[in-house]
């Protein structure tokens, strides 16, 4: 039905600056919110940041003034643009679309990624 993909993750070192992509095909007729999570070893996934589709953003306060979160509705596209990265950031982060109208009519279904790793360590 939807899929979803994650890039851009890597290894970088603290302070540095990576950019999350995630491209999310299939039977899509639109997606209502879609939100980047984040899984720390050993620790439950929280909430990165959230974007609707009409724009509006929220964030983690742990991220606020580091990260900023898009999306391109056009290409069912979201990015995550973290600068001054910080060791705590290391984890791995999925996407989420929710909300997902297909082109079938089904309404209100949520959608994962599988994840990209992002490491930040000297």
């Known amino acids: 039905q939807v899929q979803l993909v994650e890039s851009g993750g890597g290894l970088v070192q603290p302070g540095g600056s990576l950019r999350l992509s995630c491209a999310a095909s299939?039977?899509?007729?639109?997606?209502?919110?879609m939100a980047w999570y984040r899984q720390a070893p050993g620790k439950e996934r929280k909430l990165v940041a959230g974007?609707?589709?009409?724009?509006?953003?929220n964030y983690a306060d742990a991220v606020k003034g580091r990260f900023t979160i898009s999306r391109d509705n056009a290409k069912n596209t979201m990015y995550l643009q973290m600068n001054s990265l910080k060791p705590e950031d290391t984890a791995v982060y999925y996407c989420?679309?929710?909300?997902?109208?297909?082109?079938?009519?089904?309404?209100?279904?949520?959608?994962w990624g599988k994840g990209t790793l992002v490491t930040v360590s000297s």
């Open positions: 989420l679309a929710g909300g997902v109208t297909l082109t079938t009519g089904s309404y209100g279904m949520n959608f």
């Open positions: 299939g039977s899509i007729f639109s997606i209502n919110t």
């Open positions: 974007i609707t589709r009409g724009g509006i953003t």
